[in-house]
């Protein structure tokens, strides 16, 4: 077991991180910010201002070329243990669902790094986590379409299958990429309700980015707003004002 | 355009010389050619139908071995297809899975098969193994290049959760490229009965030993029927494997 995420003030601390794919091509400026445990943080900026980089940085998927990123107290830059990495989840842009396996056996995915024996080779899974997994669906309102394959989902449904299969997972720390950006605003607010009511009741923190204002304002906990690798305002969503949005989207 | 028209004399060209290199242009062996193959076909007609019982057999025989050598080939090139995938294995280590598929397909199954008959001696044994392992160079190819295609979000979010190999395997790699696998294993399976039914030739085994025996006796009109046979087989495996994907593959 590694040490607990309570036992320290911050699930993800990262410290003027600068992030470049090529060569001097700097993705991100000297980022640095703390998500505290259970918190629902929202990152906000435009296409292409490097929200899934930073993502992915503070995941521990990619590794920064200069400062520090602390996830779950471990430091990502010598790469984190694979136990570490079994309690971050990470939902990427498109999913990553198995699109011709059914709703059920994708979350079912969520358990494989606790269940890595042979018997799941056989599509044989312990009763109790197809029990939790049949929860996790039922939490997200789609526990009618267990039995479907995924192709066959609509958008909305595959991303509560793609939360269902994190939630399985459990983890103290959910990264979203995009996270409601393909669905209807009333879809994204019903789906960012009912994460928002498992982040609080489970302690579990979210970090996702999102475009939609009005949502933010309304969920997010603590918001980062950034633009060209730059931070141009930090802080709770309620101090989130208009000229600042206008000038991170000029 | 121009460019277009610049390559295709080229290629005209180059065939032209080659096949004036090759013989192809000599008058005299054309019209003698010509003759024999007059002779040649007076001689074949009509098939000589008294040998289909054992001519039969034979056919059975040639399609146990190409059944046996495909499938015996299937099992072992998906592993090795898996392990020579970059996008799951390191680049240093899919070397070694790469270089064995490569070194398979690079002989084809007839020499397989003679080295074969040398290690355990005539029949269809021979030809099963010489069929077994070419079918790893082909389809073990073609597999790693199915699994690198294989979403790499997919891939990263259930290796993420602390998947173990076998589970990536099972759970994505499988799914989303089964189709594909199937279906080209239908076409091995059609490539492995047209080869078979002339791996006898050298002795391993099936109706190609027929052949060689009515090729070397001039029983033309027997060699017709077996190749009649043949031609029966192939369209009937045209068929099935097109029955086969129809019903069985490409309905997700
Ligand atoms: N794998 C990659 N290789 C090279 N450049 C990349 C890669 N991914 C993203 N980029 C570049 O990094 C910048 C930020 O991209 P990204 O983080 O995807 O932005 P966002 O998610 O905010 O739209 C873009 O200029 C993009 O072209
Ligand atoms: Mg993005």
Redesign the interface.
């Known amino acids: 077991m590694t040490k607990a995420a309570g036992a320290h003030p911050w699930v993800v601390q990262a410290e003027g991180v600068w992030f470049a794919y090529r060569e001097e091509n700097w993705v991100l400026r000297g980022i640095s910010l703390e998500v505290p445990p259970g918190a629902f943080f929202t990152v906000m900026g435009p296409s292409g201002a490097g929200k899934t980089t930073l993502l992915k940085v503070l995941a521990g ?1 990619l590794r920064p070329q200069r400062g520090r990123v602390e996830l779950l107290g471990f430091p990502t830059d010598k790469g984190i243990p ?2 570490v ?2 309690q ?14 059914t709703a059920l ?1 994708n979350v079912l ?6 269940q ?1 024996g042979p018997g ?2 056989m599509g044989l899974f312990p009763k109790e986590e197809v029990e939790r997994a049949q929860e996790c669906l039922s939490l997200l309102g789609i526990a009618h379409k267990a039995g479907e394959r995924v ?1 066959r989902l609509s958008g909305g449904e595959r991303q509560r299958v793609a939360i269902a ?1 994190t939630l399985l ?1 459990n983890p103290p720390i959910i990264f979203a990429d995009e996270f409601v950006s393909d669905l209807d605003f009333l879809r994204a607010a019903e789906i960012i309700t009912a994460m928002r009511d498992i982040a609080h009741q489970k302690g579990i923190s979210f970090v996702f980015n999102m475009h939609e204002l009005p949502l933010v304002q309304e969920f997010g906990d603590y918001i980062l707003l950034f633009k060209d690798g730059n931070i141009l305002h930090q802080g709770t969503a309620k101090e989130l004002t208009w000229p600042l949005v206008q000038e991170a989207l000029r | 355009m121009r460019r277009d028209l610049f390559v295709v004399s080229l290629l005209v060209l180059f065939l032209v010389l080659s096949l004036g290199q090759l013989g192809f242009f000599d008058l005299a062996r054309l019209s003698r050619g010509a003759s024999n193959l007059v002779l040649f076909s007076r001689e074949t007609v009509p098939p000589d139908l008294g040998i289909l019982p054992m001519a039969g057999q034979a056919l059975v025989e040639t399609v146990e071995m190409a059944m046996a050598g495909t499938i015996l080939g299937f099992f072992f090139s998906l592993p090795l297809g898996f392990l020579g995938t970059r996008s799951f294995f390191p680049a240093t280590f899919v070397v070694l899975p790469r270089l064995i598929i490569a070194a398979t397909r690079t002989i084809p199954s007839l020499l397989w098969a003679i080295l074969f008959v040398i290690i355990v001696g005539l029949g269809p044994l021979a030809g099963t193994l010489g069929l077994a392992v070419y079918t790893v160079g082909y389809l073990a190819k073609l597999y790693y290049e199915f699994f690198e295609g294989v979403d790499p979000e997919v891939v990263e979010a259930v290796m993420g959760v602390g998947a173990s190999k076998l589970q990536l395997a099972r759970f994505v790699v499988w799914p989303e490229t089964a189709n594909s696998i199937l279906s080209q294993l239908m076409f091995m399976l059609e490539y492995n009965i047209r080869a078979s039914s002339i791996l006898g030739l050298v002795g391993a085994g099936g109706i190609g030993f027929y052949m060689q025996v009515y090729i070397q006796t001039l029983e033309y009109q027997r060699l017709t029927t077996l190749l009649l046979l043949i031609l029966v087989l192939v369209i009937f495996m045209d068929y099935f494997s097109a029955w086969v994907r129809n019903h069985y593959l490409l309905v997700r």
Do not use: D, F, H, N
């Open positions: 998927l694979a136990e990495r079994r971050v989840g990470y939902i990427p842009q498109q999913l990553g669902l198995v699109r011709s396996l056996e995915m969520g358990c494989l790094g606790r890595r799941t080779l192709y299969r997972q």
